[in-house]
Structures are given as structure tokens and as C-alpha cells.
């Protein structure tokens, strides 16, 4: 299998915000791209228990200088040590209405879905937020580094800011990747796990009830502090059928901490997003 299709099983990470591919070295001047189409059923918001399928499709593209567009994110690896990855990272996250959260991107291997209207909904309160204000689509900018312990095994960390309502958010995730494990000629696993901490700013916007949103919705008011927002963990599938061809899967669980888990607007703290795709390199 081409080295591109193994870098594609390298990144497992749990959170499509400031997911960042492993670094792939490539001739002066060239550029690698994948494109295809998936689904995905998940959460409408964090913490529903309502959930959503949606159709999307998939885009990742990989420059020899180091930059690479990932679904909703894009950065640059500037490490030429082959230990450590570093860099800037721009990730945009997805808006939420009183309907629910706007597609954001869900990694799979190197590259990630890019947002798409939902086309099914299931719940059987899809109003629930009613009365909540709006949180826009955020452009959130930072920095990734990531140290290997070895080959198979690397930590991952990521902080932006920018998040919430007013852009004072901030969002630091942390995390450990077992890249892929070769199961036969066409199969390859990876598991990744991780955690995200937030400021206030961020944790008031997507889990706080301001006085004003209580007087209109059913929640009572509730602000909560900074500190840990989730824990989650990864698992990951790769079907190579040809070097160009592949379906990937991926089943990720999250739980809600802390603050962000007692918040009124929580149904379930707990939850399991599942997508699956095929991609085509280029």
C-alpha cells in the first residue's frame, strides 16, 4: 500500500476541531487530494438526545510545503523533525440554532467531511432549544503540536481560540493516537482518546443559560466555569479496496464533564457519533 494510504489511518482524533493530519513528505511541488462521500449519524447538539443523519461529503488536500486543508480545518506543518509536529491551525466551528448544531467536519484518517444539510432528523423534541439564542459559525485560529513516542504511537494537542458568541472563547485539546494496526493486506485500525478543557467564554456559549435566555426558554439560569468540557475516544476503520480507493469508518463516544455535563440544556452526557465513507485519491 502507498505510504499516502498509510498516513491516512494516522489520525484518529476525537474532535473534528483542530484535527490536524500527520505530516506526509512529499516531492517538491506536489499535492495529494481525496474526495468522496459519506454519512453520519449524530447528536443534534452536544448533549441531546435527539440525533441526526446527514449526508456529506468528504475533502482532504495535502501540499509538499506543509499545508493541508482537513474538511473544516487547515494549517501548516512547519516541523521537519520527524518526533514532533507543529504549526498554525485555523478550524471552523459549526453554528447551533434552535434547531440543533450546523454539520461541522468528523476526521477520518487525514481528511475530514465538509458540512452539508441535514437530510433526516430523529428526536422527539426537536424544539427543545427554543428560546436560546443563536451561536454563529466561529472561524477559531491557533496552533497544533504533537510529539511521537514512537512509530505507532503519538500525543496530540491543539489550542484555538475565538469560540462562542462573542469570540472569547478558548479551547484546549489534548490527546493520544495508536496509529494504524495492520489487520491483513486491506485492513487497518487505529484508536485514538483525548479530552478538551475551555475557558468560561466558551462553556457560558454552548452549556450556560443567560437570564435573558431563561425568561424565554424552559431552562433555568445556569453559568458555567472554565475547566474539563468532555472526554472521548475513537475507533477507526480503513478498507482499502484499490491504492485509490477506500471506505473508512469511525464510531466515536463523548462524554460531558463538569460544568458543561450539569448543564439544564443537557439530556444526555453521553453519546456515540458513527460515520462511514468512501474516498477517492487523486
Not at 443523519?53 to 482532504?60: D, G, I, N
Not at 428560546?131 to 513516542?149: E, H, K, Q, S
Amino acid at each position: 500500500m502507498n505510504k499516502l494510504l498509510f498516513l491516512l489511518l494516522a489520525v484518529s482524533c476525537a474532535s473534528s476541531r483542530g484535527e490536524t493530519p500527520a505530516a506526509n513528505p512529499m516531492p517538491d511541488g506536489s499535492r495529494d487530494m481525496y474526495a468522496g462521500l459519506g454519512v453520519q449519524s449524530a447528536p443534534r447538539y452536544d448533549g441531546t438526545g435527539s440525533r441526526k443523519v446527514t449526508a456529506l461529503p468528504v475533502l482532504q488536500v495535502e501540499w509538499s510545503n506543509g499545508m493541508f486543508v482537513s474538511g473544516m480545518s487547515a494549517g501548516m506543518h512547519l516541523s521537519n523533525s520527524p518526533t514532533l509536529e507543529y504549526g498554525p491551525l485555523l478550524t471552523v466551528l459549526p453554528s447551533r440554532s434552535e434547531s440543533g448544531s450546523g454539520n461541522g467536519a468528523d476526521g477520518i484518517g487525514t481528511f475530514a467531511y465538509a458540512p452539508m444539510p441535514g437530510v433526516v432528523r430523529v428526536g422527539v423534541n426537536p424544539d427543545r432549544l427554543s428560546g436560546m439564542d443563536d451561536i454563529p459559525t466561529r472561524v477559531a485560529g491557533g496552533a497544533f503540536f504533537n510529539v511521537y513516542l514512537d512509530p505507532q504511537w503519538r500525543l496530540t494537542s491543539s489550542l484555538l481560540v475565538g469560540s462562542g458568541r462573542e469570540h472569547q472563547g478558548a479551547r484546549l485539546e489534548l490527546g493520544v493516537q495508536r496509529l494504524a494496526a495492520v489487520l491483513g493486506d486491506r485492513h487497518r485500525v487505529s484508536l485514538g482518546a483525548g479530552l478538551t478543557a475551555v475557558n468560561r467564554a466558551d462553556n457560558q456559549s454552548y452549556f450556560g443559560v443567560s437570564a435573558a435566555e431563561s425568561l424565554r426558554s424552559r431552562f433555568y439560569s445556569y453559568e458555567p466555569g472554565a475547566g474539563l468540557q468532555d472526554v472521548h475516544a475513537d475507533l477507526r476503520w480503513n478498507w482499502a479496496w484499490t491504492p485509490s480507493w477506500m471506505l473508512t469508518a469511525r464510531a466515536q463516544a463523548k462524554r460531558l464533564l463538569g460544568s458543561a455535563g450539569h448543564s439544564p440544556l443537557v439530556e444526555r452526557s453521553s453519546n456515540l457519533t458513527v460515520s462511514a465513507a468512501i474516498a477517492y485519491r487523486f
